[in-house]
């Protein structure tokens, strides 16, 4: 298993068309990452129709591609322009611009590089070591236990990080519902279809999710057209000196494991891991003084999070076929598009695949760092493309993205109607990523719940007999009621 | 009744309809179902768990009263109205037409004040995107009046 994990992931390096693909990808994942609006999620989601043709292992490695290499882009305008490209590269801004504006922009650029390198790469390793253990234990789990963890899932959406639990929660269900339009699986009776029978199989992840992210966030950057961007001017970016590495290795340690474990909770992402990262950071700082004014251990903190939760995502999406963040939930979709199924299955019949995916990823970090290092100053000035020439072409390849993926224009219209719904959503402060998130978890759980039931001749309490499905539900719980709980108790204290 | 409660109502609203809807589908017999559920069931338990949301969201809004959402400029709504536009394009000529249209006109909506700028962009953007998913990944796309010319 070892032997063969090592050649897989090596195999990548002696794949010219695997690396050249990484390396192209990598640069549309920066360009991506520091165009502000588009990001992770919403790149994912358009270049998704692109991988339809490739082969399941390139496609998977573009997607996370885009994921690691957009996640740390981010960084950069969030240091220049004090705008992060990406949601995690928000807690960047705190000090990252601070310290740009103190002239030293170059030091906060190459401490946000190495910091999300080794942030990247970490959780690459927890990946490889972790996904596999994971995997022999959910190879014990039955439907009860599916159907636990998924809830399990369902709830941590009331804890991502934008739009308050209930908006979440409700957006979830809304998520889940839609699930359940087309043809029920074990009946065949339809529903919510009117007729349509291109519903029949249900409505199709690609073109919700591109209408989701990318519809949407055009709609909401339509918001932003007055805007005006100015950039702060940068010579070179500087590697952290040695005095520098003194100062910020235990943080960016501490940001790894955050970060790690962070990415593996169920629906939690790379936003919370950088806002939990630096405050971290803070924390444990001695010179606490220094946040908020271009610390440098506070864009450690937050950088090394970030980059650590990609890693740390990927292990429930590909284990347990539960997504971590929306773009992970984009990258869960391709898996299934290209027939790998996620769960214990991909880790006994297919460990090549994963460990060349696993590979791809290990590649990206290291390119990413090698473009940041020495192309940051020229991908900034890609985030000075004009908002009205930048989201046409956005609008463009939504559509016709939406259209690729089954060659068929309900799919373009069911991407501007969801567009319109994710831009209203997010109007009254509701996230689009439960919605995602309850779309693919829904007939995981329906499915579940329905074999439990046939299992325990329809006595759904057995359910709470099965220890570790009693322990997702309890986690459940906790997850839901815990903080009313505990402010509730400090309350009765106080 | 205040502008907040308007999104718990279409909400409610909604999953009423939901409930409503669901309650018409069929129903299977025992034999096939079994100790399982109807199909109306799922859709229906999400329904009143959303709606017990919705409760607890509306008395959210009630302590801590939030500030109205403010209305969007003519940007937003004006590009939601090339959404329609783009529909009407793609129905009555061709999609490639729709999103020269959409394209030229955001452009200028969104504030570009160069006519050839936005021209190129609605011009060049769906011209390579085409070119690349005809022939790198050979998709056939919906006949149209441009779609009939190239297709034949």
């Known amino acids: ?494 | 009744m205040k502008n907040i409660y308007l999104v718990p109502l279409i909400l409610s609203i909604f999953s009423l309809a939901v409930i409503a809807i669901a309650l018409q589908l069929d129903t299977s017999p025992e034999m096939i179902v079994g100790d399982s559920m109807q199909a109306r069931s799922f859709p229906i338990f999400l329904m009143i768990l959303k709606l017990i949301l919705i409760g607890i969201l509306s008395f959210q809004f009630y302590k801590n009263n939030p500030k109205p959402v403010a209305l969007e400029k003519y940007h937003t709504w004006g590009s939601m109205f090339l959404f329609l536009l783009f529909y009407l394009l793609t129905i009555h000529t061709d999609m490639f037409i729709g999103i020269f249209v959409v394209i030229f006109l955001m452009s200028i909506l969104w504030g570009e004040r160069r006519i050839w700028v936005a021209f190129l962009t609605a011009t060049i953007t769906p011209g390579l995107v085409f070119l690349l998913f005809d022939y790198v990944l050979k998709i056939r796309f919906p006949r149209g009046i441009l779609m009939n010319l190239y297709y034949g």
């Open chain 1, 1 to 494: 298993m070892f032997e063969q994990a090592i050649s897989a992931m090596a195999s990548v390096v002696v794949d010219p068309y695997l690396l050249g693909l990484i390396f192209a990808t990598t640069i549309l994942g920066v360009i991506i990452g520091v165009l502000p609006g588009l990001g992770a999620t919403t790149g994912a989601a358009l270049l998704l129709p692109f991988t339809l043709t490739m082969d399941p292992v390139h496609a998977i490695a573009v997607l996370a591609t885009i994921y690691v290499s957009a996640t740390f882009a981010g960084s950069i305008t969030a240091i220049l322009i004090n705008t992060p490209g990406t949601s995690a590269a928000a807690a960047t801004t705190f000090d990252g611009y601070p310290l740009a504006q103190k002239g030293e922009a170059g030091r906060a650029l190459g401490i946000a590089v190495i910091s999300s390198t080794v942030g990247g790469i970490f959780s690459v390793l927890i990946l490889c070591f972790a996904a596999p253990l994971l995997a022999r234990v959910a190879y014990e789990f039955r439907s009860p236990e599916y159907f636990a963890l998924t809830v399990f899932g369902l709830s941590m959406l009331a804890s991502i990080s934008a739009g308050g639990a209930v908006k979440n929660l409700i957006g979830g269900i809304f998520g889940v519902w839609l699930s359940t339009i087309g043809a029920e699986r074990v009946t065949g009776i339809e529903r919510f279809m009117f007729g349509n029978y291109e519903l029949y199989e249900g409505l199709h992840f690609v073109p919700i999710f591109i209408g989701l992210f990318a519809i949407s966030e055009l709609l909401v950057q339509s918001k932003t057209v007055d805007k005006i961007i100015k950039t702060v001017s940068m010579k070179a970016v500087k590697l952290p000196t040695l005095e520098d590495y003194k100062k910020i290795w235990k943080t960016i340690l501490r940001s790894c494991g955050i970060g790690t474990f962070i990415g593996v909770l169920p629906a939690e992402g790379a936003t919370v891991a950088s806002m939990i990262g630096y405050s971290e950071a803070r924390r444990w700082s001695k010179n606490k003084k220094e946040f908020g004014k271009g610390s440098i251990e506070g864009i450690a903190g937050a950088e090394a999070a970030n980059n650590a939760a990609t890693g740390g995502a990927m292990v429930p999406t590909m284990v347990l076929g539960i997504p971590g963040s929306g773009t992970t939930a984009i990258i869960l979709v391709g898996l299934m598009v290209h027939g790998l199924r996620p769960g214990v299955y991909l880790f006994t019949e297919q460990v090549e695949k994963v460990y060349q995916i696993f590979g791809s990823m290990f590649v990206a970090n290291v390119m990413f760092m090698l473009m940041g290092l020495y192309a940051a100053k020229l991908f900034a000035r890609v985030s000075l493309v004009p908002t009205q020439i930048l989201w046409p072409i956005v609008f463009a390849l939504s559509v016709i993205g939406a259209y690729a993926f089954q060659g068929q224009l309900l799919d373009v219209w069911l991407a501007l109607i969801f567009g319109v719904i994710g831009f209203f959503a997010r109007r009254h402060g509701f996230s689009v990523a439960p919605i995602a998130v309850g779309l693919i978890l829904g007939e995981m759980v329906e499915t579940n719940l329905q074999h439990s039931l046939k299992m325990f001749d329809g006595a759904w309490w057995m359910i709470l007999t099965q220890p570790l499905a009693l322990m997702f539900l309890v986690f459940a719980f906790l997850g839901l009621c815990g903080p009313m709980i505990f402010s509730w108790i400090t309350k009765q204290k106080d």
